[in-house]
């Protein structure tokens, strides 16, 4: 570039008015000069940094880990409250008041005390009016 091309380019920079490609053409025609009023354009092209070649592909990967991550979520938050229902409805079903086990001798008693009923009865059954009937089944009413 020439001197008085730069000058100018320095005045528009200095005022604000230089597009992004003068800037650029700044940093680089006055980064590499050692001299002490280009500190700052040495400095700006040292610290110049660029993005990462593949940081559109690593921008949509680390999205596509996070709405995995989302998935195995909701996944594994309705496995647990289907396990949480399941449990509580075989809790539910259970029984917790299990019958009493009667010992040989009251099941001998009951017997015993069903076949004297039985025996006592008259040998005609008291039967009142047929309230129900069909091929297998009378209900008699009292």
Do not use: C
């Amino acid at each position: 570039m020439k001197r008085e091309n730069i000058k100018n380019k320095l005045y528009l920079y200095e005022n604000g008015n230089t597009s992004l490609k003068e800037e650029n053409d700044l940093v680089e025609e006055l980064g590499n000069s050692k001299s002490g009023e280009n500190v700052w354009f040495r400095f700006l092209k040292e610290s110049k940094k660029s993005a990462p070649k593949d940081l559109k592909n690593d921008i949509w990967e680390s999205i596509q880990h996070i709405e995995k991550r989302r998935k195995l979520f909701r996944i594994g938050f309705g496995t647990a409250a289907a396990s949480i229902v399941l449990a509580v409805s075989l809790i539910i079903s259970i029984d917790f008041y299990p019958q009493k086990q009667m010992s040989r001798e009251e099941k001998e008693a009951a017997l015993d005390e069903a076949f004297a009923i039985l025996s006592n009865a008259s040998d005609k059954p008291v039967l009142g009016e047929i309230m129900y009937e069909d091929e297998k089944l009378i209900i008699y009413l009292k």
